[in-house]
């Protein structure tokens, strides 16, 4: 039935340039949106505390850029901590119409990391809808994809998410996985196309779910798959094994395309191009708990596009010790700029306000943008995961880059590591715990090259490794220390990912786990 495919094709194909031939210019579009948020959010709890309808006025009718002002004077910025205790606690107790109206009937539990309790997160049916809106713009964005077979967009798209099987709260709302939550709600249409199915998705032991995709994965055809690498690398293997083939592509020969995200995919590529038989055409996407930020919109991008006319109203901190301090916590009084105040290859933090109750909220990760014209940006780490303990500005960004360079340099299979600041004598140490397919792997080898490479991508790490920073230690770890980790802590799966960086109390508790599992001696 290749008809239909080529036919939806063509129509991909023309939507995408009718729908880049009506784009307004990004602050237009993020002002259209601000504006919708407040007009339907002002008869709320909060718009009424924080005098929503004059916010409006004052894009409706003020002077140009002078609203932007206004409501940065106006709204307060918070955090996840200041926001539930002041507000989303009501919803959550049942309260209606307190940051958005109405009733909130699910909350995403955050998969953030492994390193505290899962934050609340309240997911509206604006919200839903805007996210499946912004799902379906992903698909229309592989017209531009020339290489993609037509009958490929008959073929089924394997969605690997949280549990469906939601947990219930007293009040009759719903907590999981925002993956979870979205599944359940799957447009009819789309029914057909989509895999595991609502029975095996509703399973909620991650090791069981595997295993029951597993048996049946010979009886699919499938061309698509979406998930966190990490995840989706564990299921190819499991099956791979389960049917005694050298690829995934014995089992499924039509699949072409993965749309992965929750964290860098560059650390996992080689071991996952391993499991493969052919080329894949891979596309990045940025759905976190909060909303559908931003997905790769067209081949060779080095990106991903913000979606800035769908429900979310982005404002971006400068990420420097104006605005954190040295354990990445956001200061009081940040400075804030809108979408046309950014500068390319500068790291920000980033706010969001959103059709799910979120104002002006610290979402906790960093960006750089690196096409300000088309509002391309590329995830950078979080505020809380990179370390400064002497100056060093050491970001996840330069960690991934530095772990690809050195990965490739020494042909190892790096899917997974963390990396510790703690104290050395007086001064600083960085811990490395590295996770490698392969055995008997040179861990004074991989410090240096790790070391070097850091030097060369990172001025401020050159500086104080020859003062402050006293020396880099490295462990070398089966990637499954990793895995077991986040079962542990009942994180495993979903859109769950470890964190790349430990901090504090977490470092000791970290460590005990690897001693109590005879991954390092005592």
């Known amino acids: 039935m290749a008809l239909v495919g080529s036919l939806l094709k063509k129509g991909i194909h023309f939507s995408n340039i009718v729908a880049n031939r009506r784009k307004a210019s990004l602050h237009q579009q993020q002002k259209k949106t601000l504006a919708k948020l407040l007009a339907k959010a002002r008869y709320t709890e909060f718009g009424e505390k924080y ?16 609203f932007y002002e206004l409501y940065k004077r106006t709204v307060p910025v918070y955090d996840y901590n200041k926001i539930f205790n002041e507000w989303w606690h009501k919803s959550l107790e049942g309260e209606n119409d307190v940051c958005w109206p109405g009733t909130v009937k699910y909350y995403a539990l955050s998969s953030g990391t492994s390193e505290a309790a899962s934050k609340q997160i309240p997911v509206t049916k604006a919200m839903t809808k805007a996210i499946q809106k912004t799902s379906i713009r992903q698909i229309l964005s592989l017209g531009h994809y020339k290489d ?42 789309f029914r057909p196309y989509y895999k595991p199915g609502q029975k095996i998705a509703a399973q909620r032991d991650w090791g069981l779910k595997l295993e029951e995709i597993t048996r049946v994965a010979s009886e699919w055809d499938i061309g698509f798959v979406v998930g966190v690498p990490a995840w989706i690398q564990l299921l190819f293997e499991k099956i791979i094994a389960h049917y005694n083939v050298k690829n995934i592509h014995e089992i499924w020969p039509n699949l072409q395309v993965f749309a992965h995200g929750g964290v860098s995919f560059e650390p996992y590529r080689k071991g996952f191009e391993k499991l493969l038989g052919k080329p894949m055409t891979y596309i990045n996407t940025y759905l976190a708990s909060e909303g559908f930020i ?20 982005f404002e971006f901190i400068p990420f420097t010790p104006k605005n954190f301090d040295s354990d990445g916590v956001m200061l009081d009084d940040p400075e804030t700029l809108m979408i046309d105040q950014v500068e390319e290859g500068k790291e920000y933090a980033l706010l969001l306000s959103t059709c799910s109750g979120a104002w002006r909220y610290l979402i906790g990760d960093t960006l ?54 703690i104290e050395h004598g007086t001064l600083f140490a960085h811990h490395w715990y590295v996770g490698v397919e392969e055995s008997d792997v040179d861990a004074e080898i991989l410090k240096q090259k790790i070391d070097a490479k850091l030097s060369e991508l990172n001025d401020d790490y050159a500086v104080e490794r020859r003062h402050a920073l006293k020396e880099i230690f490295v462990t070398v770890l089966p990637n499954q220390a990793f895995y077991h980790w986040m079962e542990s802590k009942g994180k495993l799966g979903g859109q769950n990912k470890f964190p790349r960086v430990f901090k504090k109390d977490l470092i000791g508790e970290w460590q005990n786990f690897l001693k109590a599992e005879g991954y390092i001696k005592e």
């Open 368 to 421: 750089k943008f690196v096409d300000k014209s088309r509002g391309e940006i590329v995830i950078t780490g979080r505020t809380k995961h990179y370390l400064s303990l002497c100056g060093e500005h050491l970001s996840v960004d330069n960690m991934n880059k530095a772990i690809d360079l050195v990965s490739d340099e020494m042909g190892l299979t790096v899917k997974e590591f963390t990396v510790c600041g």
């Open 148 to 189: 993609l077979p037509p009958d490929l967009y008959e073929k089924g798209f394997l969605m690997l998410s949280g549990s469906t099987n939601l947990n219930p709260h007293d009040t009759g709302s719903l907590a999981g996985d925002l993956s979870g939550i979205q599944i359940q709600q799957i447009p009819r249409w």
């Open 294 to 313: 931003a997905y790769q919109s067209r081949p060779g991008a080095a990106g991903m596009e913000l979606v800035c006319d769908n429900g979310i109203f």
């Open 51 to 66: 005098n929503f309808d004059e916010l409006l006025s004052s894009i409706l009718f003020g002077e140009k850029g002078a």
